[in-house]
T-cell receptor
Framework: GAGVSQSPRYKVAKRGQDVALRCDPI?????LFWYQQALGQGPEFLTY????????KSGLPSDRFFAERPEGSVSTLKIQRTQQEDSAVYLC?????????????FGQGTRLTVV | KQEVTQIPAALSVPEGENLVLNCSFT??????LQWFRQDPGKGLTSLLL?????REQTSGRLNASLDKSSGRSTLYIAASQPGDSATYLC???????????FGTGTRLTVIP
């Protein structure tokens, strides 16, 4: 596609429910990133994939958060047993190369509200 | 850990004014600095990317400067328009890291 696509755009989950957020990166982009943006804050890094390999998951806030990219294209961020503090916008970004200094392109995000 | 700060947090100006947004970062070991625009309910749109070896980048009415040694960047917007109203975020890609470190943004309102 022309850009990074994320679905759903909005998700309301009851506390304790599991959720799965999807990211379709720009076709051919090697690198994929997930960020979490709380209200009024800048995005914070969660995890990074190079093709199907998850090279950095240092930003995942707890073991309830899990991300995968099994075929090196679409990625899913899963949150188990959601809690209110998980409410945020989850942003996905992709970039064409693996090297540093490559511009990243962001999707519109999924707004998760845990009630 | 890299800390990125943006000042002011919010700014309101009349249409036509020139304005400057400020960004500072604590660790000067960066590959690049990027300015983004974020509209309500939308993702991030990249405006300008400055490599660490560069001093500035220009795109239309936008000019971004980078002083790596002092840990500062500015985004200059000339002849502001109501359509420029958005939140502007700066982010640095730090040496040895796989991700961007973002500031908390400046919310800009341009009044017609």
């Amino acid at each position: 596609g022309a850009g990074v696509s994320q679905s759903p755009r909005y998700k309301v989950a009851k506390r304790g429910q599991d959720v799965a957020l999807r990211c379709d990166p720009i076709s051919g982009h090697v690198s994929l990133f997930w960020y979490q943006q709380a209200l009024g804050q800048g995005p914070e890094f969660l995890t990074y994939f190079q093709n199907e390999a998850q090279l950095d998951k240092s930003g995942l806030p707890s073991d309830r958060f899990f991300a995968e990219r099994p075929e090196g294209s679409v990625s899913t961020l899963k949150i188990q047993r959601t809690q209110q503090e998980d409410s945020a916008v989850y942003l996905c970004a992709s970039s064409a190369a693996t090297g540093f200094g490559t511009e990243a392109f962001f999707g519109q995000g999924t707004r998760l509200t845990v009630v | 850990k890299q800390e990125v700060t943006q000042i002011p947090a919010a700014l309101s100006v009349p249409e036509g004014e020139n304005l400057v947004l400020n960004c500072s970062f604590t660790d000067s070991a960066i590959y690049n600095l990027q300015w983004f625009r974020q509209d309500p309910g939308k993702g991030l749109t990249s405006l300008l990317l400055i490599q660490s070896s560069q001093r500035e980048q220009t795109s239309g009415r936008l000019n971004a400067s980078l002083d790596k040694s002092s840990g500062r960047s500015t985004l200059y917007i000339a002849a502001s328009q109501p359509g420029d109203s958005a939140t502007y975020l700066c982010a640095v890609e730090q040496t040895g890291a796989n991700n961007l470190f973002f500031g908390t943004g400046t919310r800009l309102t341009v009044i017609p």
